[in-house]
């Protein structure tokens, strides 16, 4: 059935439920779920650096803590999308939280780093299951135009919220308790919004021609996973090496059969009618493009303080809510533009300032350990992050029929979680191959005696830099610690003009891409037709 009517597919598709009742209490349990999604999500940010101590860990492995979640979120948030059409939005989210539970759980008795890896998955299919659900949520509770652009600005405030302030309390929390106080925690925060989910949420669905594609899940995690794999592995086993390369081609050739899955699956997970709206499809890519140039500034600031200047946790928290309390502190300013001004320009708007932000961290100076060169620049990307997540959320959702709510929902998400996932696998790439390659060719220069230089060179080639610069002073190879350290500031510098780079070309790509689409409407007018389309089949 084409897009083209909306009219149609509301009556063909109706939303089913108790959508409208208890919105007060509906918006409260949605807006905690994607809180407590977004605090697994950046909690182990500020704890790299202790995570690197406890388990001596080096590189990659730092990565995959991250990327464990976010792959596990991106790879099965389609899925999740189309259970919570199919048996409720409100079970959906009860079962993320449940799920949070358990993987904050197993992270917190983790007795060594591949524990972490599946704690963090496990919370990656909690979250995977509760962002899509909780926005979903918001967007069938709400009948106008209006009320819909307040209410997804405070989902994404709290989503914001979730991520400014667990950094933070994970810091706070380290340096009283230990590192693993911050995951009992967590634990017992997603038990609340479990509570407060099953008590107070309306339950909604829509599972008129929706149903189960285990094909397209099957091909499109396999290769998702497999491309994040090569990446993730590439600076640390080499980007020829056999099994970088076969991740890779096993990655594109199972997405392209994802793709050609979805066009002939009666019930697909991604319907790919909805990219016949260009302004869909502009601001998904732009998600993409966008949220990579957050999360990769997020997680180079991240690496930069704890695990290459190794300061404590609790500065990278403060940095984070520099970052991320932003979108929390204006989101009902952000709420009332986004119901006047035309949302390309505020999406257009965002990204410049997240461009700005990272191109002034690449002036930073890894020898210096202050915080208060890093206020600028975070500031400008926490509030291009606000303009950014909340106006292409706002126009995916505007943009297509109520009843596709949850698909387009779960769409939108899977795309600003795909630049979510990203950021970490490509910040932690560029940066360590970078910061290796630098650290080879200026370790011979550095004038070191025979001692200091073998051990070096051999930990470098083995590890990488970020080992070097871990070494206790005495020990063979610590006497290139200096180098191991500007190698590193050198490799996130190139890391983050990448994420300015990326974020100017998502302002470009935002302007240039709505030119042909027409005048794109503020969210009060671009709702409009939507709602009395669907009011109309009714």
């Not at 009283?176 to 106080?181: E, K, P, Q, S, T």
């Not at 090496?241 to 890779?248: D, F, I, R, S």
């Not at 869909?280 to 732009?286: E, Y």
């Amino acid at each position: 059935m084409s897009l083209d009517n909306p009219a149609a597919l509301s009556a063909a598709s109706p939303v089913t439920g108790r959508a409208s009742k208890g919105n007060a209490g509906t918006l409260l349990a949605a807006c905690l779920a994607v809180f407590v999604a977004q605090v697994a999500n950046a909690l182990p940010a500020s704890l790299n650096g202790l995570f690197q101590q406890e388990f001596n860990t080096q590189g990659s492995a730092l990565t995959w803590i991250t990327a464990a979640f976010m792959v596990t979120v991106v790879v099965f948030e389609f899925t999740f999308g189309v259970l919570g059409d199919l048996f409720g939005r409100k079970k959906l989210v009860a079962a993320g939280a449940v799920l949070t539970v358990i993987g904050a759980i197993v992270m917190a008795v983790a007795p060594d780093l591949h524990f972490l890896w599946i704690g963090a998955g496990i919370d990656g299919l909690g979250a995977g299951a509760m962002f899509p659900g909780s926005l979903a949520m918001v967007a069938t509770m709400t009948h106008t135009a209006r009320t819909r652009a307040n209410a997804v600005a405070v989902w994404a405030g709290s989503l914001s919220a979730g991520a400014a302030v667990s950094p933070l309390i994970g810091g706070i929390l380290a340096s009283h308790g230990g590192w693993r106080a911050s995951f009992w925690l967590l634990a017992a925060v997603a038990l609340v919004s479990l509570a407060l989910t099953l008590v107070l949420a309306a339950e909604s669905s829509a599972p008129a021609g929706r149903g189960l594609d285990v094909p397209g899940q099957v091909t499109f995690a396999i290769g998702l996973i497999a491309v994040m794999y090569a990446t993730i592995q590439g600076p640390e086993d080499g980007w020829t090496h056999g099994n970088v390369l076969t991740g890779y081609i096993v990655g594109v050739i199972f997405l392209t059969a994802f793709v050609a899955v979805e066009r002939k699956a009666r019930s697909p997970i991604l319907k790919l009618d909805l990219f016949r709206n260009r302004a869909f499809s502009v601001t998904n890519l732009v998600a993409v493009v966008s949220m990579f140039t957050f999360l990769g500034t997020c997680f180079s600031t991240s690496m930069w303080i704890g695990p290459v200047q190794h300061q404590s946790a609790t500065r990278t928290g403060l940095l984070f809510l520099l970052l991320q309390g932003p979108a929390f502190v204006l989101f009902a300013v952000i709420g009332k533009l986004l119901t006047k001004v035309a949302p390309q320009w505020l999406l257009a708007a965002g990204c410049l300032l997240m461009a700005a932000g990272a191109f002034l961290c690449t002036r930073l100076d890894i020898t210096d350990t202050a915080l208060t060169p890093f206020v600028l620049p975070d500031l400008l990307t926490g509030i291009g992050f606000g303009l950014a997540v909340n106006s292409f959320t706002a126009v995916a959702l505007n943009t297509v029929p109520l009843p596709l709510a949850g698909m387009a929902s779960a769409t939108t998400n899977m795309f600003r979680d795909l630049g979510f996932a990203l950021g970490p696998v490509i910040a932690g790439a560029v940066a360590l191959s970078h910061a290796g390659s630098s650290f080879l060719a200026a370790l011979p220069k550095a004038g070191l005696p025979a001692s200091q230089l073998g051990p070096a060179l051999g930990i470098g080639r083995a590890a990488g830099p970020i080992a070097v610069n871990s070494l206790s002073p005495g020990t063979p190879g610590a006497g290139a610690h200096l180098v191991a350290l500007q190698s590193l500031g050198t490799g996130f510098g190139v890391m983050f003009a990448v994420c300015a780079v990326a974020g100017l070309a998502a302002a470009v790509l935002t302007v240039a891409g709505m030119l042909g689409t027409g005048k794109v409407a503020p969210a009060a007018e671009a709702l409009s037709g939507s709602v009395r389309d669907t009011a109309a089949a009714a």
